[in-house]
Nanobody
Framework: QVQLVESGGGLVQPGGSLRLSCAASGFTFDSYAIGWFRQAPGKEREGVSY????????YYEDSVKGRFTISRDNAKNTVYLQMNNLKPWDTAIYYC?????????????????WGQGTQVTVSA
């Protein structure tokens, strides 16, 4: 059974940091690219960051560039999203998704497995 389980969300003050984790099981993890997406209340889902199956390449959307870092540990079947200098507009449910690799994809339609999401709230 395929599973993607996000964790690490929570409430943080502006300027703070969180590290999200996405633990995968049930598929050949190191053959899949992983993407992080988010959806804020009343807004459409948007991409955040993506990483290729081999960790060679990654991409950040402009909204998070310079503040977020994506990484993966294929030995642990886990992808991380380190989020620094968080802003109130980063508040959203964050989802990880897996799509057949090796290249990352910015289009959510390229991902066929999705997690349930973890809430990130940035507020004073």
């Amino acid at each position: 059974q395929v599973q993607l389980v996000e964790s690490g969300g929570g409430l943080v003050q502006p300027g703070g940091s969180l590290r999200l984790s996405c633990a995968a099981s049930g598929f050949t993890f190191d053959s899949y690219a992983i993407g992080w997406f988010r959806q804020a209340p009343g807004k459409e889902r948007e991409g955040v960051s993506y990483i290729s199956s081999s960790t060679i390449s990654s991409y950040y959307e402009d909204s998070v560039k310079g503040r977020f870092t994506i990484s993966r540990d294929n030995a642990k079947n886990t992808v991380y999203l380190q989020m620094n200098n968080l802003k109130p507009w980063d508040t959203a449910i964050y989802y990880c998704a897996a799509g057949p690799g090796p290249l990352y994809m910015r289009d959510p339609m390229g991902y066929n497995y999705w997690g349930q999401g973890t809430q990130v709230t940035v507020s004073a």
